[in-house]
């Protein structure tokens, strides 16, 4: 599947523009009644993505693991996990998905591997071995502590003792996660050797994960102290990350594998670029196109409201039209408390305010990753202590990232046994809200956010403004939010909300072409309203 003519017969890329929705297959749907979901109910369920309307999906990993990180950590890169299938399992998944019109991107860890992976275990055996500067090792300081004060994301030193060795090895997030020495050529073609056996298979594409991470100074510098007035909650929080991440030479591997990609077909290659400041990384990664196609950072992952001027400040981030790339946007994943949660008011107001957040979600100049279950408004779960899964909500309770919360299953059967995700017990609880906002209520309600997130979706597909233009004249005005997109042509949109739950003066009356909760293009917008009109 190559290139698609969107607009006035020029050929663009398949992907600009395009909506991606992100399925993590622990918590879609199991197929064999072990409780988690599987590659055999990912395909069951192809269908109601596909009715979406969306271009692609994006799995979570599902390569061999010992699943101490949930597949962040590959055993190897070659193989299903039991857990979730076989290889053939995944060539019909594949060939479902392009049947019915979907591309498929795998996630891709390039920065480690896991601790029982056959790499680290000959690494680990000797200093003068063939794989022995695979990974990241360092002598421990006279007085026996840590090579320096790196510390790991998931709280706590970034280094583990390794007795075999008599070295530590650097880790940024568990310790069952080394770090691979991507410095090494050896393990660059390593790495690209895993992304040509996945491109081989008929991908369309990768998402990288934490793709800045993947190289550090191999000097093993000190991080600078962080200063006062930033959020702290984990040792990491101490530091400026200058030297364990985003080291300059990591564009250039990200050029042999877009490379590559490119000459397989699969050329789509979007980078999760993690961290307190990852501007500088996000510009490098995409400039011009490359080597990246895309990369999203976290402004709204983690940010705790929704507000004119936070999303005014994170769309400054990327100008249209200067080279600066081309984003991708995601208010919710498998790492983040659900966006529902965190900036929609409870009660009466949460199902309008939620229409008004998706109109602008799939507004914005990029490519959308919807989150399973964000189509439906899902909330976040309060998983309580000891039916916690995920290592980092257990090493930071009550303080961490919420993401058990954030990969309960998915809600297909209001009353059906495990909400129609599995006969069985699931591996993480169903929210006590999630019935009610179950798939088949939302089919039966033609007023849902189901339904309203469908007629998005295919408004943005028919509109060469939203899905390949440019974005500018942001205003963030108190409660009220504005910007035009322009399109290829001469077509203009007027992307007008209001955040605030009264009625709002908004401008010129101008010609509706999708109104939410009442905009009617008046000039007046009702509570939380949204509207794009013509210009």
Not at 80 to 93: R, S, W, Y
């Amino acid at each position: 599947m190559g290139e698609d003519s969107r607009d006035a017969g020029t050929a663009v890329p398949w992907w600009q523009g395009a909506v991606i929705y992100q399925i993590y297959p622990r918590s879609f749907q199991d197929s064999n009644g072990d409780g988690v979901g599987d590659l055999a109910g990912i395909i069951r369920r192809l269908s109601y993505v596909a009715a979406l309307g969306v271009d692609a999906v994006w799995l979570s990993p599902v390569f061999r693991s010992p699943m101490a990180d949930f597949g962040y950590d590959v055993s190897d890169h070659c193989a299903i996990d039991p857990l979730f299938g076989t290889l053939a399992e995944m060539d019909a998944l594949l060939a479902r998905a392009h049947a019915l019109g979907l591309r498929v991107l795998l996630d891709l860890v390039l920065p480690h591997t896991s601790d029982r992976h056959p790499w680290f275990a000959e690494s680990r055996q000797s200093r003068t071995g063939p794989k022995a500067d695979w990974y990241v090792w360092g002598d421990p300081k006279p007085d026996g502590t840590p090579p320096n004060n790196w510390q790991s994301v998931f709280a706590g030193p970034a280094w583990t003792w390794d007795a075999q060795r008599q070295q530590y090895y650097f880790h940024h997030f568990l310790p069952q996660q080394p770090q691979l020495n991507l410095h090494q050529a050896e393990v660059q073609e390593a790495q690209l050797a895993v992304a040509r056996f996945s491109c081989a298979r008929g991908v369309d594409g990768f998402r990288l994960d934490a793709i800045n991470f993947a190289m550090g100074d191999p000097g093993l510098a000190d991080n600078p102290p962080a200063p006062p007035g930033r959020p702290r909650t984990r040792p990491a929080d101490y530091q400026l990350w200058r030297h364990n991440q985003a080291h300059p030479d990591i564009p250039a591997f990200l050029g042999r594998l877009r490379a590559l990609c490119d000459d397989a077909g699969a050329g789509f290659l979007m980078g999760e670029v993690a961290g307190p400041d990852p501007r500088a990384a996000l510009r490098a990664y995409t400039a011009g196109g490359r080597p990246l196609s895309s990369a999203y950072g976290f402004a709204f992952l983690h940010a705790p409201q929704l507000t004119p001027l936070t999303v005014a400040e994170a769309l400054a981030d990327w100008p249209s039209g200067d080279g600066s790339g081309w984003p991708s946007w995601a208010f919710s994943n498998h790492d983040a408390p659900r966006w529902v949660s965190r900036w929609a008011p409870e009660g009466p107001a949460r199902a309008p305010f939620s229409r008004l957040v998706m109109a602008l979600f799939l507004a914005l100049r990029g490519n959308p990753i919807l989150y399973q279950g964000e189509e439906l408004g899902l909330t976040q779960v309060s998983v309580p202590f000891d039916r916690l899964r995920d290592p980092e909500a257990i090493a930071n309770w009550p303080l961490s990232l919420g993401r058990d919360g954030a990969r309960t299953p998915m809600p297909w059967e209001a009353a059906a046994p495990g909400l129609g995700f599995s006969a069985a017990e699931p591996w993480l609880p169903c929210g006590s809200d999630h019935a009610a906002l179950a798939v088949d209520r939302q089919e039966a309600d033609a007023a849902s956010l189901l339904h309203l997130t469908r007629r998005l979706v295919a408004f943005r597909r028919g509109e060469p403004a939203l899905r390949l233009g440019a974005l500018g004249d942001i205003r963030a005005e108190g409660d009220l939010l504005s910007f035009v997109r322009t399109g290829p042509g001469a077509d203009r949109l007027l992307c007008r909300f209001n955040f605030a739950p009264c009625l709002l003066a908004a401008g010129a009356a101008a010609p509706l072409a999708f109104g939410v909760n009442g905009a009617d293009g008046s000039g007046w917008l009702p509570a939380f309203g949204a509207e794009i009109c013509r210009l």
